[in-house]
DNA sequence: CGCGTGTGTTGCGTGGGATGCAACGCGCGT
DNA sequence: ACGCGCGTTGCATCCCACGCAACACACGCG
């Protein structure tokens, strides 16, 4: 739309594949030299490519500063509470959104469930961290040693007989999870209630947050319940998706 | 130098705040409404801005993707990670990597005392330039006019009581560090935080990066942190070694 | 229901600004 | 010294980015 800009913002690109002096960039955009000059210098101006030593030009570290920045002024909340409210009104269900902080998995949205049974849980609460789903899903994306010391120094309270009983068997279940990329929690909290649930994940791929559906068995046995993974999934997906800005790179949807 | 260009590449810190909808940045622009649209689309196309369900906009993932393989193309980074990683587990504190780049120093990487590598956590933040460690390093080995043109230009943020205070004080210390090839910040960025560094020498014997190790003084005395620096220089020096060899001097012209 | 108000969007004429050209400075290799 | 390949600069031309005004649309309110 816009000629000289859209100009420059194909340098950008054309950078990332690795440093390039002035001649090469104007031969790539098909402009004169000096129009290539004016332009990296506006770049350049604003820290978005550096001059090294020898003349060439190269993406500048100012575009890490401001993808840092923005990571951190962006809140998972509200990209993903509209797509909490559809998915509670298509399935009725209570759904909860949380995340992992200082090793703790705490709940930061719910959505309350449409029928009159209703589980206890609160914003702000901190998750049973060795049944929830969503804190399984949290807790199977940190790296391999801090995974494994976390859940070494866990406590296992065994709320019902489907709890999780141990450190091992909670880094089975963890490796599952990352594997196939969902979880529940078969009345592993309290013996009536199951959940299902699926990461949200940021723009370098990592899991920023989890969300699950959550119904108690008179309601829907889990079967049923399980029937709602798919819908669960494409629901975390399209947060993960808005809240990356629309991923081009479709990497490991397995 | 670009009027539109300038314009554009303007929007980007600006939703690096958060986001925001096209009257906002229109205004903070200065510009009318339909230049702001049409500046907007053109990054838009470029995904470097997404538009979100609530049609207000913010960074699109494009620029993520930029950033990271900007900051790929720092080499420095993959020789150094090893090293910093084998620091860490001897003496267990963070350690930071940094460059300076366009009156900017930033950190690239980060080893945590608590948890292994952390890829987009806090790498990337600029450092408080008159006081850190690191920043004194890199600054130290500027050439001397451009040294003291910055020094002049910089504002000097008493953090603490130890911060440095004025451009002069700065400049004998930044000669201080220059002539013994090692820097400090004792408690001058936060009261209880003390850091030691040392450089790390390109091939021609320029300063191309800078490593420090970091400690609150409940941990470790700044006398107790002291006894690390033959630890620190011995650890620069072998990155040096390392990138020195990886990089064939091309000019040894000095 | 109509109206007012707040968005985002579109078409268009105009002139400012981006463009390409040519000339220049500079370092380097022969 | 000379030519050659870079990046850089001043300048005249004309394109295209600009602001304007009108439109489309969704709300909230009387």
Chains 1, 2 share one sequence.
């Not at 959104?97 to 703790?104: C, D, G, I, N, Q």
């Not at 013996?191 to 309601?219: F, L, Q, Y």
């Amino acid at each position: 739309m816009s000629q000289s800009v859209d100009r420059a913002l194909s340098i950008l690109p054309l950078l990332a594949r690795g440093p390039a002096d002035l001649g090469a960039v104007a031969d790539e955009l098909g402009v004169h030299k000096s129009t290539a000059l004016r332009l990296l210098r506006t770049l350049h101006e604003h820290g978005l490519v550096h001059r090294q030593r020898d003349q060439r030009y190269r993406l500048g570290a100012r575009l890490f500063t401001l993808a840092q920045e923005a990571v951190e002024n962006l809140d998972v909340r509200d990209v993903a509470h509209p797509h909490l409210v559809a998915l509670n009104e298509s399935c009725g269900h209570t759904v909860h959104l949380a995340v992992y902080e200082e090793r703790e998995v705490l709940y930061i949205d719910k959505v309350e469930s449409r029928y009159p049974v209703r589980m206890y849980s609160r914003i702000g609460k901190p998750v049973p961290i060795t049944v929830a789903a969503v804190a399984k899903l949290l807790l199977a994306d940190l790296p391999e040693p801090e995974r494994r010391a976390l859940a070494e120094r866990l406590d296992y309270p065994l709320y019902t007989s489907r709890s999780t009983p141990d450190a091992a068997a909670f880094l089975r279940e963890l490796a599952t999870v990352r594997e196939q990329g969902w979880a529940t929690d078969l009345g592993g909290h309290e013996e009536s209630i199951n959940c299902v649930g699926a990461p949200v994940k940021g723009p370098d791929g990592r899991v920023v947050a989890a969300m699950s559906v959550s119904a108690p068995n008179v309601v829907v046995t889990a079967e049923e319940l399980l029937g709602l993974l798919p819908h669960v999934r494409r629901t975390a997906d399209a947060v993960s998706r808005e809240y990356a800005g629309t991923t081009p790179s479709k990497e490991a949807t397995a």
